[in-house]
């Protein structure tokens, strides 16, 4: 079956514009999950979806990052105001149920010039 | 709080070799899932293996192999007979559900060498 899917593969953007990154989860998996990962900071946990629960942003590092999850499936991560430092690979992943293995997506990589 | 601490920043071995990755994991939870992902060169992140608290049983998926060990807070993991394809960084990782986030270590970058 297909796996899951990020757009865009690649973005490049100037400093201060926002960004959107998009993610198809795996069809049936109730739970998603964004991480980034950057050179500096290895992989980081960024929000988390269940079901039509609440999310858990937790990971977020600033009110600069949001995301959200339309009709429990495709995930919008979206940055506001980006800043070199949000420069890394953002990775989304789903999973069956929380407890379960994750399955990552190929991810976007954001360059903030 | 938890934490997975991957020592090895860098392995090379010669192709044919034997090679164990080491993970060391730190949580106050009774119930948690460990996992090992691999990364190749062309960046996605692999699932390998998922293997909860209370199952200390070894496993072994043919030249890969798992040694978890709650004494020790560790889940090794053995390659037998690497090949150049092994090539990779490796990420051992723990999950507390809920929510079961990851939480990764830092990876090890395997290179195998013809």
């Known amino acids: 079956g297909a796996g899951v899917s990020q757009s865009p593969s690649n973005k490049v953007t100037e400093k201060g514009k926002d960004v959107e990154l998009r993610c198809d989860p795996i069809s049936g998996h109730t739970a998603l999950y964004w991480y980034r990962q950057s050179l500096g900071q290895g992989l980081e946990f960024l929000i988390y979806f269940q079901g039509n629960s609440a999310p858990d942003k937790s990971g977020l590092p600033s009110d600069r990052f949001s995301a959200e999850r339309t009709g429990g499936s495709v995930s919008t991560l979206t940055i506001q105001r980006t800043q070199q430092e949000d420069s890394a690979v953002y990775l989304c992943a789903s999973s069956r149920d929380r407890s379960y293995e994750q399955y990552f997506g190929p991810g976007t990589r954001l360059t903030v010039t | 709080a938890q934490k997975v601490t991957q020592a090895q920043t860098e392995i090379s071995v010669v192709e044919k070799e034997d090679v164990t990755l080491d993970c060391v994991y730190e949580t106050r939870d009774t119930t948690y899932y460990l996992f090992w992902y691999k990364q190749p060169p062309s960046g996605e992140l692999v699932f390998l293996i998922r293997?909860?608290?209370?199952?200390?049983q070894n496993e072994i998926s043919g030249r890969y192999s798992w040694n978890f060990q709650k004494s020790t807070s560790s889940f090794n993991f053995t390659i037998t007979a690497s090949q150049v394809v092994d090539s990779a960084v490796y990420f051992c990782a723990l999950s507390v559900p809920p929510p079961g986030q990851l939480t990764f270590g830092s990876g090890t970058q395997l290179t195998v060498l013809p």
């Open positions: 293997r909860n608290s209370f199952d200390e």
